[in-house]
């Protein structure tokens, strides 16, 4: 019995949620087309995903096979709205092989867990009783509203886990969420116990990875007492990416925010405090291209002349550093395009937990609260 | 004269002839378990080639009345082998072995029952070649072991313990008692027509392969005994946590379809499952090695450790026992009621007239959380938390066995992210195997550590285990008491118990701590654990 239908994990067979745990083994145990294939059932961890609707599901469960590709897991992916009135929690289950060797079979566990819009809350009960022990469990919260804002469904989801992944690439209100990260941060890694411990990953954070890079690299010539403007372009829904660029760079410098305003759908601008006087920042948006980060302008001194650094995206996978007004040659470093699939598998392995995102964190929520002031 | 066995070598007994007499032979013991039990032993080939299956008393249902009583207990037992074999029916299997049921239909308190039982059996005894051994289980409510005792010995069905041709034995379910004084009054009563030797009371549990493998772990492993002490254990968690509630009911209708309430009402977890269960898997795991694997060794050995635990005063009991009661929460996505819903509504039935909900304030406990101390040399200071609980995320039964964290340098210098301690779990149930996790470097340019894990399962073995009952009544076959409690061991836990159970009824709490169905317990129980720097583990 096979429902190929099923739009989120295709192939997957609806079960009755008592019966998931025998149905992953009975799909595990079933003939392979290779007889001499050897299929071992590998997972390093419990990966929770909640999204929103059938569709945000359907996207995520795209990802799912180079997820576990790289991270073997057993996932239980959840969808809080299925857009039915049904009073109890659906259950579909299928284990994918993919090749390890000639042969060699490596197989992941997966689970879709669906659930009306009035049940939702009952889906942590349903995550509970799927757990696998003595395996850690990381939550990835793969919803469009800020985890901050999310309310006790995340908390209860996140119960088991060590690492809350989300990522604010898309916020609908990206003030509102960023305002709320840093207490958030606080509160959900804080534990009383000295043997548990939990860290929350922003995956926009991850892939502003090689951005960080470039701009110390941009930054390694310029005394930074002498910038005045910083100024960073991006695409559509790439704005707390590059908010999280701008806190970064403040922290690293130590400046006070003092003032913002925010020009909705477009500018948003701060002015910061610097040894050598103001500084202003701008995030502005474009209205075409990817969501991230397109360029950053740095305007600073060189050899006591006025200069502007110019970082661009130029193309897939390469960050260029122009200095404008100089005959400097360009220098561009590489920046792998990772798949969302990669950049979660990289985030799953990493569990240390970053004291410069905090940081950068609590600027940016200073800098939250400047707007809505 | 049996053939000697080498220094060393554990005694292999073989089941002898005999016929086993199941009281309440069609109650639902019988029916789920030893019926089944007994029939996949025929079927492996493991039973005595003579041997008879006698079920005794009243009919508990419809279909015993006005019928054969052989051909009864067949079609009952037909029907519980159908549904609850580890084997399926083989139909040849069958034949052979319904041949070999009886049923004796009568009252536990008539003495002509017994003359009917005892002309019955001897009738069997010829027919089977059987030297009149008898295996005498009580499947029946504790209450009426006393009625069966009195008469089985007054009718002359109890040989001398020292009869080398045709032993008796016999099996005794738990609860042995439902404190100290009536533990001490059942082994009095059994005692009156039974010699020690001649008692097996049964604990299922023990019955496990898990649980026996705890000792060849232990024992037949040259890595974990020298760890097996408080210099290397931080901690041990034992779990019995089961996702059934005390009553079933039928999702169109309501209406209850089993319950265990009428049982389990003013019994609680800590009799049902710590008093015996738990505090008998924990003497296996922290006894002392014994010299040889004889049973009364092994058994002195368990004893020690029960004699070794802490008794608390009522102001330890607060600190360290952790009591709950279920509430209404989802259970494999089905909203379930709570425990006080599930006695209001049994006893609407039993009384067929409504109950008030405000006068159902049941302070039964299904949740027990225990920290718990072995004052030994080995065990010295460090902390067994034992939890069980009815409506728990899921079934699952473990021991785990947590070391000591390395020290906070090297790879755990990072206080914010300590590494997961080194963890040897035995699993009971539902799978039985161990495994084992262990810190690992990811494949990488970078020192990154991970947990592992490494798993064994039963389930390698390829043949499915024998049953808990298929083990454990064997053993009664073959006169091997290992598994089995002795008296001192019985009374040594209820001595531990019973501190426990005194300051709850003096304390006279009407409202326990709560939990949800299809969590893991009260937030009591959390911090009873948190307060020393610890969790609970994700089972």
Redesign the interface.
């Known amino acids: 019995m096979s429902d190929t239908a099923n739009p989120i994990l295709p192939g997957a067979v609806p079960v009755p949620l008592e019966d998931v745990e025998r149905e992953l083994s009975r799909q595990l145990k079933a003939p392979r087309d290779d007889k001499r294939e050897v299929v071992q059932l590998v997972r390093m961890s419990n990966l929770v995903i909640y999204c929103d609707t059938v569709e945000a599901a359907r996207q995520v469960g795209a990802q799912v096979p180079d997820v576990v590709a790289v991270h073997p897991a057993r996932v239980l992916l959840l969808v809080g709205d299925n857009g039915t009135s049904a009073t109890t929690i659906h259950a579909a289950v299928r284990v994918q092989g993919h090749k390890l060797g000639e042969h060699q079979q490596a197989c992941s566990e997966q689970v879709v867990l669906s659930a009306g819009a009035g049940i939702t809350d009952r889906l942590p009960f349903a995550v509970r009783s799927l757990l696998i022990g003595d395996l850690p469990t990381n939550l990835w919260w793969a919803s469009p509203q800020p985890p901050p804002l999310a309310g006790s469904l995340l908390y209860d989801l996140a119960e088991h886990a060590q690492q809350i992944m989300y990522d604010s690439l898309g916020w609908p209100d990206p003030a509102h969420g960023v305002a709320a990260t840093a207490t958030w941060l606080e509160s959900v890694e804080r534990f009383h116990d000295a043997d548990r411990w939990r860290v929350a990953s922003d995956l926009n954070w991850r892939r502003l990875k090689y951005w960080r890079r470039l701009v110390a690299q941009a930054l390694e010539p310029v005394d930074v007492a002498t910038i005045t403007e910083v100024a960073v372009g991006h695409g559509p829904h790439a704005v707390v990416q590059a908010w999280e660029l701008l806190s970064w760079l403040a922290t690293r410098v130590r400046w006070q925010v003092q003032a913002g305003k925010v020009q909705p759908g477009v500018e948003m601008a701060w002015r910061f405090l610097a040894p050598q006087g103001d500084v202003r920042f701008r995030i502005r948006r474009t209205e075409q291209g990817p969501p991230e980060i397109k360029g950053m302008r740095i305007r600073c001194m060189v050899d006591d002349k006025p200069v502007t650094l110019d970082l661009i995206s130029e193309s897939a996978g390469k960050l260029v550093i122009r200095l404008e007004g100089t005959a400097a040659e360009p220098r561009t470093i590489l920046s792998p395009d990772l798949s969302l699939a990669e950049v979660i598998g990289k985030q799953l392995s990493d569990r240390e937990r970053d004291p410069v995102f905090r940081e950068s964190m609590q600027v940016a929520q200073a800098m939250a609260k400047s707007l809505l002031a | 004269m049996p053939l000697p066995t080498p220094p060393g070598v554990a005694k292999s007994l073989l089941p002898q002839p005999c016929v086993l007499v199941i009281f309440g032979g069609d109650g639902d013991l019988s029916w789920r378990k030893l019926l089944p039990a007994v029939y996949n032993l025929n079927k492996d080939g493991d039973l005595p080639s003579h041997f008879a299956v006698v079920g005794f008393g009243l009919p508990s249902t419809k279909e015993g009345e006005g019928v054969d009583p052989d051909e009864y207990i067949r079609q009952r037992a037909r029907d519980g082998i159908e549904r609850f074999s580890r084997q399926a029916l083989d139909d040849a299997h069958w034949a052979d072995f319904a041949r070999s049921l009886f049923y004796v239909p009568g009252s536990f308190g008539d003495a002509r029952a017994y003359q009917q039982l005892k002309n019955k059996l001897a009738a069997v005894d010829g027919q089977f070649g059987i030297p009149g051994s008898r295996i005498y289980y009580f499947a029946v409510p504790p209450q009426l072991v006393e009625a069966c005792v009195k008469h089985l010995g007054e009718s002359g069905m109890v040989n001398d313990p020292k009869d080398q041709v045709a032993f008796t034995r016999c099996v005794v379910e738990k609860p042995i008692g439902r404190d100290l004084d009536s533990a001490r009054e059942v082994i009095r009563i059994v005692d009156q027509a039974f010699a020690e030797n001649q008692t097996y009371r049964i604990d299922h549990y023990l019955g496990k392969e898990t649980v026996q493998n705890l000792l060849v772990l232990r024992f037949a492993n040259s890595i974990f005994e020298p760890l097996w002490n408080a210099k290397y254990i931080d901690h041990v968690q034992i779990t019995v946590a089961e996702?059934e509630g005390l009553a079933q009911f039928d999702s169109e209708t309501g209406k209850i379809t089993a319950s265990r309430i009428g049982y389990f009402e003013g019994i609680g977890g800590l009799r049902d499952m710590v008093q015996n269960h738990m505090l008998q898997v924990l003497c296996m795991c922290a006894m002392e090695p014994p010299h040889s694997l004889d049973a009364d060794v092994i058994r002195d050995a368990k004893a020690n450790v029960l004699h070794c635990l802490r008794r608390m005063t009522p102001a330890e009991v607060k600190q360290n026992v952790v009591r709950g009661q279920y509430i209404e929460?989802?259970?494999?996505?089905?909203r379930v009621p709570g425990y006080r819903n599930e006695v209001r509504r049994f006893f609407e039935e039993v009384a067929k007239k409504p109950i008030p909900a405000e006068s159902v304030n049941s302070s039964t406990e299904t949740f027990v959380a225990i920290r718990l101390f072995i004052d030994n040399w080995r065990w010295s200071n460090v902390p067994f938390y034992l939890r069980t609980g009815k409506r728990l995320?899921?079934r699952?039964s473990?021991v785990a066995i947590q070391f000591k964290d390395v020290p906070q340098v090297l790879f755990n210098a990072?206080p914010?992210?300590?590494l997961?301690?080194t963890?040897l779990?035995l699993k009971v149930q539902p799978e039985e195997g161990m495994?084992m996790?262990i810190a690992s470097k990811?494949p990488g340019p970078k020192v990154?550590i991970?947990?592992?894990?490494m798993e064994f399962s039963y389930a390698s073995f390829g043949a499915t285990s024998p049953e808990a009952y298929e083990r454990l009544i064997l053993d009664v076959m073959a006169g091997d008491a290992t598994l089995f409690m002795r008296r001192d061991g019985v009374v040594a836990a209820w001595e531990y118990i019973m501190p426990i159970l005194d300051s709850w009824t003096h304390e006279r709490a009407l409202h326990l701590p709560e939990y949800q169905c299809?969590?893991?317990g009260p937030v009591e129980a959390d911090r009873l654990?948190?307060e020393?720097?610890?969790?609970w583990?994700?089972?």
Do not use: C, F, H, M
């Open positions: 996702e929460g989802d259970v494999n996505g089905q995320p899921k699952a473990e990072n914010d992210v300590p997961e301690p963890v779990t495994s996790r990811l990154r991970y947990p592992v894990k299809g969590t893991w654990i948190q020393d720097g610890r969790q583990r994700t089972l």
